[in-house]
């Protein structure tokens, strides 16, 4: 694992393959190896052509742990993903993120449209736009003593979620209370490079796929049958949703 300073804050890395780039964003509670070399997506990615790079967030995985939730916005972690960019002296780059990570991915492509070619916005669609609620909650279940004390549903999921990562709870509950604005539509509108939006037909965190694509002109959108949040991230179908997605584009492929 790599590491790079972010400023001020240590963030790790990890790089594989050759061939046109694609920088990987993890979803909240999970961290490189669980949402892309346990899925299968690096040797998928690898072995499709491209060179992958992948981060984990800060309060995740080997990065630097902080517990001011002013410190995980969105743009602030899509600025952490444009600073390894420059790090690695990437001048543009496809991007996918799923979940909390399709939302960072979403923003370095608003606020740098110059660095991405193109992007994927997988595990959180329409929901994106209007929000996703539960923070609190969760940031409860991730501070209670233990999983038995723990009685809201949806958050306990979180929760064991978090703990199977072997997370930083304490960082985690700060990262869910930040500030989620929501994404304003004619923000979404202005992206002009391809997109491809992705969720599992029965995904209610992410929402509706259509919701999300009726807002992005040209965007693309696929949505998984019979997979929800946590199932559709190595889904079969998904992955091969992206590399026909990105095969059809032209980003410098050999």
């Known amino acids: 694992m790599h590491k790079f300073n972010s400023a001020g804050v240590e963030l790790a890395y990890e790089s594989w393959g050759e061939?046109?780039?694609?920088?990987?964003?993890h979803g909240f509670a999970s961290n490189i190896n669980v949402n892309w070399r346990d899925t299968g997506w690096v040797?998928?990615?690898?072995?499709?052509?491209?060179?992958?790079?992948?981060?984990?967030n800060r309060g995740h995985g080997e990065s630097e742990k902080l517990y001011?939730?002013?410190?995980?916005?969105?743009?602030?972690?899509?600025?952490d993903?444009?600073?390894?960019l420059d790090h690695l002296k990437i001048e543009k780059t496809a991007v996918m993120g799923y979940s909390m990570g399709a939302r960072i991915s979403a923003f370095l492509t608003m606020q740098y449209p110059e660095r991405v070619a193109a992007a994927v916005f997988a595990g959180l669609a329409s929901r994106m736009i209007t929000g996703v609620g539960g923070a609190e909650e969760i940031a409860v279940a991730l501070e209670a003593p233990n999983l038995a004390a723990v009685t809201?549903?949806?958050?306990?999921?979180?929760?064991?979620?978090?703990?199977?990562t072997k997370s930083d709870k304490a960082a985690l509950a700060a990262c869910i209370r930040?500030?989620?604005?929501?994404?304003?539509?004619?923000?979404?509108?202005?992206?002009?490079?391809p997109v491809l939006v992705v969720a599992g037909e029965l995904d209610e965190v992410a929402?509706?796929?259509?919701?999300?694509?009726?807002?992005?002109?040209?965007?693309k959108g696929v949505t998984l049958p019979k997979r929800n949040h946590m199932?559709?991230?190595?889904?079969?179908?998904?992955?091969?949703?992206?590399?026909?997605?990105?095969?059809g584009l032209d980003l410098g492929k050999a």
């Open 19 to 25: 061939g046109p780039p694609i920088l990987l964003i």
């Open 43 to 56: 040797k998928t990615l690898t072995g499709g052509g491209y060179r992958v790079v992948a981060l984990d």
């Open 68 to 79: 001011d939730s002013a410190l995980y916005s969105a743009p602030m972690m899509a600025d």
């Open 81 to 84: 993903a444009r600073r390894l």
């Open 152 to 164: 809201d549903r949806d958050a306990r999921g979180f929760r064991i979620f978090a703990d199977s």
């Open 178 to 193: 930040s500030s989620r604005v929501k994404i304003k539509e004619e923000a979404l509108a202005a992206i002009r490079c």
């Open 207 to 219: 929402g509706d796929v259509a919701g999300l694509t009726s807002i992005i002109p040209g965007s």
């Open 231 to 247: 199932n559709a991230v190595g889904d079969s179908g998904y992955k091969s949703a992206v590399l026909d997605f990105l095969n």
